[in-house]
């Protein structure tokens, strides 16, 4: 069981109606284009796309932030942009969304996210269902949506008692034999120095302190997110792990991780593409 974990694509295009816009995207766009965007290179999508065959994961995994303010033509962008992977990965593609694919609470934007959600994730969920299980042989992944619209400077999400609550009624139900459990969600929980209290209010996620607490009692055994732009890894004294595969558009890595049948551990390693 192989997988390709990557994220945090930021692609932006320049708002066609920069001056009607929120005032959130409004200096969302105006950050991006006189700053941001020269750190991000999309070109590493493609290129990840071509070592696909190579690698031949099972399932290919985007933890969010498609988009940098998350407008109509923006995701339109993503969508043509991740079309390769699309197109080899098929049904075996998954994603979650980050804060920047909710960056707003504007119905057009909102309606944008939905429709991209079902459509990368093969239709198989309205984003209003997450979190929701997807199976695959004796891995069972945790879909977790905690990308809410935020107010202007705070890049955080959240996870409201409503999805806590489903969280912990899925984690209840029976393991199976060797089956191991990776939640999938933009936040990490845990930040780099494997500080328990994670990202802060600022950039964190509210509500991740049952997140953190389902790794602790190993309901989760790795959590796959994103949301910082470098690679890293958080190993607790249980065993369980917490991966960020760092930007693939900025910093051109991704993680690829493998499940060795009979082994309770995963192997992981990040793979930066050539400049």
Request: proline share 7%; aromatic share 8%; charged share 20%.
């Amino acid at each position: 069981m192989r997988i390709v974990h990557f994220s945090d694509l930021h692609l932006g295009v320049f708002p066609p109606a920069i001056f009607s816009l929120p005032a959130k995207c409004f200096l969302g766009a105006a950050n991006y284009w006189l700053h941001r965007r020269r750190h991000f290179r999309p070109e590493m999508i493609a290129r990840l796309a071509e070592q696909l065959p190579a690698l031949a994961p099972d399932l290919v995994i985007c933890t969010g932030d498609l988009v940098n303010i998350s407008i109509p033509e923006e995701f339109a962008l993503a969508r043509k942009q991740l079309q390769p992977i699309l197109d080899w990965a098929g049904e075996r593609f998954v994603y979650v969304p980050g804060n920047h694919d909710a960056y707003v609470d504007d119905p057009r934007c909102q309606e944008a996210l939905e429709q991209t959600f079902f459509q990368l994730n093969s239709g198989r969920w309205q984003l209003s269902e997450l979190p929701a299980i997807l199976r695959h042989g004796d891995v069972v992944l945790l879909l977790i949506n905690g990308a809410r619209p935020a107010s202007f400077w705070l890049s955080n999400g959240s996870l409201n008692e409503t999805d806590q609550a489903r969280i912990n009624a899925l984690l209840q139900e029976p393991r199976r034999p060797n089956e191991i459990r990776l939640g999938v969600c933009h936040f990490p929980v845990l930040s780099s120095n494997g500080n328990s209290l994670g990202l802060g209010w600022l950039r964190g996620l509210d509500g991740g302190d049952s997140i953190r607490r389902h790794l602790q009692q190993r309901e989760i055994d790795v959590l796959l997110c994103g949301h910082i732009h470098y690679p890293f890894t958080v190993t607790k004294p249980n065993g369980a792990i917490q991966i960020c595969p760092g930007s693939l558009t900025m910093k051109a890595t991704f993680a690829v991780i493998d499940r060795v049948p009979d082994e309770p551990r995963l192997h992981y390693e990040y793979i930066k593409l050539t400049q």
